[in-house]
């Protein structure tokens, strides 16, 4: 019988442009393995939609593999300290002499694998684990090889090293001898509500959509990312976080796209707006791997742990209901409530209002966006909560608090993101709508401000300024 490499799938899940899959079968057939760590991941806040999307995504690749001849497994376990013996079991019963995977940055992730690696070696089981799944996978360090700490320095060097690493997209693997019909019973057990409507677990319409994006909206993504009320991003962001868009294959398309236009737009494909944002999302997860204390739900900054947060149940509440006052704000919390997803700049708005002005720690909103959104990558929004609190690494500096009104006013200019998800205010003006009277409040039913923007604005100065001289 010959013998069968085997994969495992975790947030990586695509077959083509997959090292881990490419590498294995090189030399040999493969079969492809996913757990299911339900328990694991509730633990770990990861949201209902996320996970209804994920599995998903796993029926999908399992036909993508009954097509190919590959065997594809889902297993189950509770826990991550489970999954070591359930691979020592699976790689003794069906001869598998080497496992592979890509490696992945949060803390838990690497000591799970660092068991699995532990145990079956011990059986003489050979372990592959291979570089972080991303753009630019090798650590990025500054000339003293300590990582970087501001992002416009880590940016120039990854672009530099990005020029100089091999970017070709790795084929799919080949098709396999054998005729198989996966078993996905497994997954069909547990289901999980997320809005199908607005998010395809089919890889080829993933695939699509990030087409049309860069042959769309690549050249207008930089003038038009800060207005929720217009589709001006990628939409891509579950399957990223996902691994469903490989690092290669995004990169190939940005440069393509760019190619056929005229001009000197061919040459400046590497400068690309949304491919920085890509490095935003490398540097976050390289963070998580030089600075394992982030992933225990610690400030990147020292001088921010003695920070003494406000406990503000009520308005916390107020906040993740959508119910705060103030329209830009409300209609954030309501779309990522209805849709499991944010518009990025919201993003930061709704960050910012509860760790500057409701003075709530940084935690319990990044619990919370976890606990919701559906593309809930863990590095990805924990730096975004850090760097709008400002305990992170290049973030926002403690006297910058977002207006909500200001922002609203230019964001939402006409207010028709607010009208979407706030419908009760609807009727207002283009000027009012943004902050209602107090008389059209209680005409419309819209609920008072939870807080004063200036006199919450200048105590949150107040205490960063006082705690970063200490």
Known sequence: METENLVWLRNDLRLEDNPAIYRASKNNPIRIVFILTLKQWQHHNVSEARIGLMLDIVKNISMQCNELGITFDVLKCNWFSDIPEQLNNYCHAHT?????FNRETPFDEEQR????????????????ALAHDLIVSQPVFNLSKKPFKVFT?????????????????????????????NDISLLE???FAYRHDLWSPCIDKINSNFVTFC???????????????????????????LGCLGPRTCLHQINSTYKQTNGEDQKNWINSSWLRELAWRDLYRQLMVHYPYISKNQDFKAKTKTIPWREDEIGFEKWCLGQTGFPIIDAAMRQLNQT???????????????????????????????????????????GGWQWSASTGCDSAPYFRVFNPTLQSEK???TGGFIRKFVPEIAELDNKSIHNPTSIQRQKLNYA????????????AIEIFKYNNSQ
Not at 113 to 128: C, E, G, R, S, T
Not at 231 to 240: C, E, I, N, Q, R
Not at 353 to 376: H, N
């Open 96 to 100: 598998i002499n080497e496992l592979w």
């Open 340 to 382: 499991g997803w944010m518009h990025n700049r919201l993003r930061m708005l709704a960050a910012s209002f509860l760790t500057k002005l409701l003075f709530v720690d940084w935690r319990k909103g990044e619990k919370y966006f976890m606990q919701t959104l559906i593309d809930g990558e863990f590095s990805a929004n924990n």
């Open 153 to 181: 320095a880590y940016y120039k060097k990854w672009l530099l090293m990005l020029k100089n690493q091999n970017n070709n997209v790795l084929r799919l693997p080949n098709k396999q001898a054998q005729n198989v019909n």
């Open 113 to 128: 694998d660092l068991k699995v690696a532990n145990l079956l070696h011990k059986f003489n089981i050979q372990v592959n």
């Open 411 to 413: 964001f939402d200019k």
């Open 215 to 241: 042959h769309k909206k690549l050249f207008t993504y930089e003038n038009l990312r800060d207005f929720p009320n217009t589709v001006g991003t990628s939409l891509l962001s579950p399957y990223l976080s």
């Open 448 to 459: 008072e401000t939870v807080i004063d923007y200036k006199t919450a604005r200048l105590k």
């Open 189 to 191: 057990k547990h289901q």
